[in-house]
């Protein structure tokens, strides 16, 4: 199949952008890499008569340091986070999920604003977001607006953006001191969606006790989740009082809408999900550790 006919626009600037988005209402829609609404669009599961191309406008791309945050413009390809130093320093949750979304075609082309606004909950970004307690500066016509990670995801394939409103940018806390990170998944074969994984990061204090933990869990509901329970239970403790499999079951112990397809049944993805974060779980606290 092929989309259904649609008007090209090419604007200048984020500005035009967003007035022209804010012009043509709901018959709009922002185009950057394009890896996921392409596809949608030939299968004509979405028809938009206008198409904004957004990836070239240079103001949304880039990667810098501001104000004790690491800044990743929304244009900025996978495949540029994948190479660039700071985000491996910075933000190494970030650098390490990119290697594991699509094949390097699609990172290619892909944008981290474009991963995270699609929300799809098997994808990656959006559970390290999550996790890291990321902003994400949402840019319209009105002005600009900064949106917590844990407000942004609201339902299946939808976001808190408005229908005008472009994803700019992504502040992502920069972690230091003795911390740890570590992504995993399961999934059929290399560039498949996940058929359960997480994205987990944790500090130690001096005394090796669990200061701050966030672990992003994708694949296992129709948004992205985060595992609070888990995350609760672990503060504070130090990691021999806890148990790799006990932080695996905690996180999965609570959810309710996991999805069941042909790639396997719910209560399959909750036990490769409970895997996943034990397995997750040892390697960031073994970094944490400086094992």
């Known amino acids: 199949m092929k989309a259904a006919p649609f008007e090209y626009h090419r604007p200048d600037s984020v500005a ?38 957004i990836g070239r406008l240079d103001e949304m791309k880039g990667v810098e340091r501001r104000d ?46 474009g991963s995270v606004a699609h929300a799809d909950p098997a994808a990656e970004y ?22 917590a990670a844990r407000d942004f995801f609201t339902g299946l394939w939808t976001t808190a953006l408005g229908p005008a409103e472009l994803l700019t940018g992504i502040r992502f806390p920069v972690w230091d001191g003795r911390s740890g990170f570590a992504v995993r998944e399961l999934t059929r074969r290399h560039g498949d969606f996940a ?42 403790r130090t990691p021999t009082e806890i148990s790799a499999e006990e932080v695996g079951q905690l996180a999965v112990a609570d959810l309710e809408d996991v999805p069941h397809d042909l790639n396997g049944s719910a209560s399959y993805r909750k036990r490769v999900g409970a895997a996943m974060v034990e397995r997750a779980w040892q390697a960031a606290i073994a970094e944490a550790s400086g094992r």
Do not use: Y
């Open 16 to 53: 035009d952008a967003t007035a022209l988005l804010a012009e043509l209402g709901d018959d709009a829609k922002a185009i950057a890499g394009g890896q996921s609404l392409v596809p949608m669009l030939a299968m004509r599961l979405s028809i938009f008569e206008h198409l904004v191309d």
């Open 68 to 113: 004790g945050h690491l800044w990743v413009g929304g244009g900025t390809t996978e495949a540029a986070v994948e190479h660039h130093p700071e985000v491996a320093v910075d933000v190494p949750l970030l650098a390490r999920s990119t290697p594991l979304i699509g094949h390097l075609q699609i990172r290619n082309r892909g944008t981290v604003g």
């Open 126 to 147: 959006p559970a390290v977001v999550l996790a890291l307690d990321a902003e994400l500066e949402a840019t319209s016509a009105a002005g600009r607006r900064v949106i």
């Open 195 to 236: 058929i359960a994984g997480t994205a987990l990061a944790v500090q130690l204090d001096g005394d090796d006790r669990v200061t701050r933990c966030g672990i992003g869990l994708f694949g296992l509901g129709s948004t992205p989740t985060r595992a609070t329970v888990a995350e609760q239970s672990v503060s504070g």
